[in-house]
Nanobody, 114 residues
């Protein structure tokens, strides 16, 4: 099983980034996919989640209206479009797959700073 995140980096406040997560080794379209993040000194928190067929999504209050999660079951990919980024969005972002088991990626750093 592999979840490989990409797309992180340094961006100025107000900017945008698109994170990608490539999944392999399990039946992707059976799993709920989500993005979590962990800032220094803080607990890991849910950012956004999407149902197995992409029909349902939910977001942390702090990112509603700014972030959008999506998935492509044909490509075994999940994405997080992040707009109007704020310094408090700085964190390591993790991709997570859940059904009966939970799988995590290694994370990608997002830094929002001027």
């Amino acid at each position: 099983v592999q979840l490989v995140e990409s797309g992180g980096g340094l961006v100025q406040p107000g900017g945008s980034l698109r994170l990608s997560c490539a999944a392999s080794g399990f039946t992707f379209n059976n799993y709920v996919m989500s993005w979590y993040r962990q800032a220094p000194g803080k607990e890991r928190e849910l950012v956004a989640a999407i149902g197995s067929d992409g029909g349902s999504t939910n977001y942390a209050d702090s990112v509603k209206g700014r972030f959008a999660i999506s998935r492509d079951n044909a490509k075994n990919m999940v994405y997080l479009q992040m707009n109007v980024l704020k310094p408090e969005d700085t964190a390591v972002y993790y991709c997570r797959a859940q059904r009966w088991r939970v799988y995590w990626g290694q994370g990608t750093q997002v830094t929002v700073s001027s």
